[in-house]
């Protein structure tokens, strides 16, 4: 940031404020905090007859990989309608969300994903503008080494080891 979003000040700082704990952007002209905080990533891992969705990117970053349909969240929506949306425009497919799968934190990127588990309604799925592919996996057929995002994965093999123990759960991760 270079200027100041409030006044357009060029006077930036970084220092503690009164109060708070963690250095911050400060504005030297009218004294406005600007905080930066984590984005979240809504998304859902949508299960039709024991397979997964899963959709290849058709945009950076990481096209041409495979990943769980998510996406940052709008202002205004909803996790729930958020991660319903990114898998409409990921996959054309409607899902009735069942429950929170993941939270996955990115330090690095500031990202926080939350992952949902949902029934793929009717079977039903297509391309959206977002994938070059949409397919439904086994877990025996997912191409693991080809899988967008660590998140994904980890979303990926949690579902497929609380499938084996018949019990699901929320699972923490983070990198």
Aim: charged share 25%.
């Amino acid at each position: 940031m270079n200027y100041c979003s409030n006044c357009a000040s060029p006077d930036l700082r970084t220092e503690v404020p009164a109060g708070d704990t963690r250095p911050r952007l400060v504005c030297g002209n009218c004294n406005e905090i600007h905080y930066r905080n984590p984005k979240i990533v809504a998304g859902c891992l949508p299960i039709w007859e024991g397979k997964v969705l899963l959709c290849r990117r058709a945009i950076e970053p990481r096209a041409g990989l495979w990943n769980v349909p998510a996406g940052f969240l709008e202002l205004g929506e909803t996790v729930e309608e958020g991660a319903m949306r990114e898998v409409w425009e990921e996959a054309e497919a409607r899902v009735h969300i069942h429950a929170l799968q993941t939270v996955f934190t990115f330090t690095k990127y500031w990202h926080v994903y939350l992952q949902f588990v949902g029934e793929l309604v009717g079977g039903k799925f297509g391309v959206g503008e977002e994938s070059t592919e949409s397919r439904l996996f086994s877990e025996e057929e997912i191409p693991w080494d080809e899988i967008a995002f660590e998140s994904s994965r980890f979303a990926l093999e949690r579902y497929f080891e609380d499938r084996k123990n018949g019990v699901f759960k929320l699972h923490f991760g983070s990198h």
